[in-house]
């Protein structure tokens, strides 16, 4: 009798917290990953009766689960492509895309290599291999070796479309997986050359930036688009967010979850203290 | 009674066939659809891996070929070093000191393979480059010295069984007509142990094979026809892992990544398929004579 009460007991509970809370479903890009995770954490420790679960697996597998009714928000590194608006539309809604922060990469070198300043050109060369010793773009004479990022990661793709513009990064590239790996790579090796998201600059001694035509990656310069190497990114929803959903974003674009971008490493939407 | 559980085996065991099965399955599943877009030979022969460049690029050759690389450069130091560590113990030391060194052993082959990653990315890599002057640690040689180094416990020890389990008889026979250690290793232990030796470089080839950390690690993932054992290289496995995360569903890429793991299928299965004639040649042999 007692199994019997405890069991039910237990039912009634569950049910409870049920009906009480809402779900709201998030997938998507990796690089969106932490930004959504910290989100999540923070809102719902202010709403204990929403639950929030986030998935990263690429934006195109968040887009296309938003698309079929899988998932309330989508994470998205890029702009929906024709197809995906399109598919969209036939399915009955608008989807509503929403700049959470902007994201921006450095190309890096080992600290002890002296070259800090490289045109976008000229990184295009070196990873496309035209360009394979340090002393062509003014260094000491040492082979350079390509470290890159595999090739279905978010920071790969905006490599692949700022620097590379259709050009294909030469096969003997060292590949990671990660940007601590690449630090890593970079940070041990004086001949190596790579790129990071903005947040990673600082997490090692053994590395430095390499600046653009004498640009160097800054937050102002990331958000106004003159910094060549940056890019939004987006959370998309169906149509005009509303309920839970809209409160959840509203609460990303407040101060209190843009200063969660810059704490991971982005740049956020407009200044915060 | 009896009945019931002889039912539960019967049924649990046709449940994991069935289940093997079907991951078989799943897997070709995934792969055919590739075909509609990619012509089979681009996929086989095709010298370049580029699934996201526009047009992509889905040749595994260069994989195949680093794989074949990193497994035979990781298995020419595997098996030698196994024999030699299991003569060590059986041979050299004292019968308490091949105990200890067997449970040494033992738990050397169950420590994570992301360990040994590390060491050569963090310890191995470095001194590569800076002490050797190598362009880059992450490549072939790095590789295949970790995934040895996680390999040769289970060669070693399945070594050190057989020869401990070598019917006395035979050995003492030897001794008798005044053979010496070392001549009865040589001119009688290991001739009757060429059956099972093979099969244990087919299976320690199976483990190299199939895995994908420490090559994810340590290999520099550069999809290029590598000319010397100092070049990156990336492998099958390797490759599935990196990019699977982050391929959208239902796309060539994603048919392609699943060719490459039927690919791996086919080929682990063959070298086991191998192992176990090699073995059952050699048995009969020993049966006749």
């Keep these: 009798m007692k199994k019997v009460f405890f069991v039910l007991l237990v039912l009634s509970v569950l049910s409870f917290s049920v009906f009480a809370t809402t779900n709201i479903v998030i997938v998507g890009s990796t690089t969106v990953l932490p930004i959504a995770q910290q989100w999540a954490q923070a809102y719902m420790k202010l709403n204990p009766n929403v639950n929030i679960s986030v998935v990263g697996n690429g934006s195109g597998n968040g887009i296309k689960a938003l698309l079929d009714g899988v998932a309330d928000i989508a994470d998205s590194s890029r702009w929906m492509s024709d197809s995906e608006i399109k598919y969209a539309i036939s399915k009955g809604f608008f989807p509503f895309p929403v700049v959470v922060s902007y994201d921006a990469i450095a190309p890096v070198v080992n600290a002890n290599n002296p070259v800090r300043n490289l045109s976008l050109d000229q990184l295009k060369q070196i990873y496309e291999g035209k360009i394979t010793n340090w002393s062509q773009v003014g260094g000491p004479d040492m082979s350079i070796v390509v470290v890159t990022r595999d090739n279905s990661s978010g920071t790969f793709e905006v490599w692949a479309e700022k620097v590379m513009r259709g050009g294909l990064v030469k096969p003997g590239a060292l590949t990671v997986a990660s940007n601590a790996e690449v630090v890593r790579a970079i940070a041990g090796n004086k001949k190596a050359i790579g790129y990071v998201g903005l947040g990673y600059l600082e997490s090692s001694p053994n590395i430095s930036e390499v600046a653009i035509s004498g640009m160097k990656a800054d937050i102002k310069a990331a958000r106004s688009g003159s910094y060549p190497l940056a890019r939004a990114l987006f959370m998309i929803t169906r149509g005009i967010p509303s309920g839970e959903v809209a409160q959840f974003v509203n609460f990303g674009l407040s101060p209190v979850g843009q200063k969660i971008v810059s704490e991971v490493g982005f740049v956020p939407i407009y200044e915060v203290k | ?289």
């Design chain 2, 1 to 289: 009674m009896k009945s019931k559980i002889d039912l539960l085996i019967l049924i649990s065991g046709w449940i994991s066939v069935a289940i093997i099965v079907a991951i078989t399955f799943f897997l070709f599943y995934n792969w055919f659809p590739l075909f509609k877009t990619t012509n089979p030979i681009e996929f086989f022969f095709g010298t370049l891996w580029y699934p996201t460049a526009v047009p992509p690029f889905y040749g595994i050759l260069p994989l195949l070929d680093a794989t074949l690389w990193i497994s035979t450069l990781a298995i020419l130091i595997t098996f030698p070093s196994a024999f030699v560590l299991a003569v060590f113990m059986t041979h050299v030391v004292p019968k308490r000191m091949q105990y200890i060194l067997k449970v040494f052993l033992e738990i050397f082959s169950s420590m994570p393979s992301v360990i040994l990653g590390l060491i050569g990315l963090s310890i191995v890599a470095p001194y590569f480059q800076n002490t050797l002057n190598m362009d880059t640690g992450q490549n072939i040689l790095n590789a295949a010295l970790m995934l040895s180094l996680i390999t040769i416990p289970m060669p070693t020890s399945m070594m050190e069984d057989f020869i401990n389990a070598f019917p006395p008889e035979q050995k003492e026979g030897a001794e008798a007509l005044g053979a010496n250690k070392f001549e009865t290793l040589t001119k009688v232990i290991l001739p009757g142990l060429k059956g099972p030796f093979a099969s244990i470089a087919m299976l320690s080839l199976g483990r190299i094979f199939g895995e994908t950390m420490i090559v994810l690690m340590v290999a520099g993932n550069a999809a290029i026809f590598p000319t010397s054992i100092f070049q990156p290289a990336r492998v099958l496995s390797a490759t599935i892992a990196s990019e699977m995360g982050e391929t959208p569903v239902d796309t060539p890429h994603f048919y392609a990544l699943f060719g490459i793991g039927a690919v791996l299928f086919i080929l682990t299965f063959l070298i086991n398929v191998v192992g176990e004639i090699v073995r059952i040649k050699y048995e009969r042999q020993m049966m006749k004579e």
